[in-house]
C-alpha cells in the first residue's frame, strides 16, 4: 500500500535559520506533490506545488524540491521565524485529484 | 480561490445518535471531499462528494456509516451514523475549484467528540 513518512518527530530550530522538512514515499508515482501547514484548530492551507517533471520549486521564502528517484520531497522554509511554527503536511496527488496525506511534521521556532 | 465554511464546528454526541455536518462555499466548485482527522493524526480522505450522484467511498468507509449528499456545486453534507466513540474525530471538507491535481481549500473542521 502506499505509504508517505515525514518527520514524526517535532523539528526545532531557531529563528532566522533555514528549516528542512522531509517527505518520503513508497509505492507509488505521484503526478503532484502538495505542501500544506496546520495550525491548531484549523484546515490545513496549501503552501507549494510541485509536478513530477519540476525538480525545485519557490515561493518567498518557501523552497520545494521533488526528487521521483529518491521517492522524497524536501520543504525548506529560509530565514524562520517564530510565526511559521506549526504543523506541515505533505500530500501526493493521484490522477483522480484525491489528496494522500503524510504524518506531518511540526515544526517550532525559537527566537 | 474558495473559502469555506462548516458547522457546526464542535458537537458532543450521544453513542448511537447521528449527526450531519455542513459544508458551503463561497463560490461554485468542482470537486468537494470530505476528510477525517484524529487527534495528533494526519488527514484521511472518506469520499468524494460528487454533484448530482452518489459519492465515491474510500477503502474502510461506507454508505451507510457516512452518507454524504451534494445537491449543488456550492454545499455538501456528511452524516456520522449510529456513533460510537471510536467515531471522535475532527471532520473536514475541502474543495477544489479545477480540476487536475490542483490546490484544496479546506474548511475549518467540526470536532466531534462521542460519549
Known amino acids: 500500500s502506499q505509504k508517505i513518512e515525514q518527520n514524526s518527530e517535532a523539528l526545532n530550530i531557531q529563528e532566522g535559520k533555514t528549516a528542512t522538512l522531509t517527505c518520503n514515499y513508497t509505492?507509488?508515482?505521484?503526478?503532484?506533490l502538495q505542501w500544506y501547514r496546520q495550525d491548531p484548530g484549523r484546515g490545513p492551507v496549501f503552501l507549494l506545488l510541485i509536478r513530477e517533471n519540476e525538480k525545485e520549486k519557490r515561493k518567498e521564502r518557501l523552497k520545494v524540491t521533488f526528487d521521483t528517484t529518491l521517492k522524497q520531497s524536501l520543504f525548506h522554509i529560509t530565514a524562520s521565524q517564530p510565526a511559521d511554527s506549526a504543523t506541515y503536511l505533505c500530500a501526493l496527488v493521484r490522477n483522480t485529484d484525491k489528496l494522500i496525506f503524510g504524518t506531518g511534521t511540526r515544526l517550532q521556532v525559537f527566537p | 480561490s474558495a473559502v469555506i465554511s462548516q458547522k457546526p464546528s464542535r458537537d458532543i454526541c450521544q453513542r448511537g445518535t447521528s449527526l450531519t455536518i455542513q459544508c458551503q462555499v463561497d463560490s461554485q466548485v468542482t470537486m468537494m471531499f470530505w476528510y477525517r482527522q484524529q487527534p495528533g493524526q494526519s488527514l484521511t480522505l472518506i469520499a468524494t462528494?460528487?454533484?448530482?450522484?452518489?459519492?465515491?467511498?474510500e477503502s474502510g468507509f461506507v454508505i451507510d456509516k457516512f452518507p454524504i449528499s451534494r445537491p449543488n456545486l456550492t454545499f455538501s453534507t456528511l452524516t456520522v451514523s449510529n456513533m460510537s466513540p471510536e467515531d471522535s474525530s475532527i471532520y473536514l471538507c475541502?474543495?477544489?475549484?479545477?480540476?487536475?491535481?490542483?490546490?484544496?481549500?479546506f474548511g475549518p473542521g467540526t470536532r466531534l467528540t462521542v460519549l
Open positions: 509505492n507509488y508515482s505521484p503526478a503532484y
Open positions: 475541502s474543495a477544489e475549484t479545477s480540476p487536475g491535481g490542483n490546490e484544496q481549500f
Open positions: 462528494a460528487n454533484q448530482g450522484s452518489e459519492a465515491t467511498y
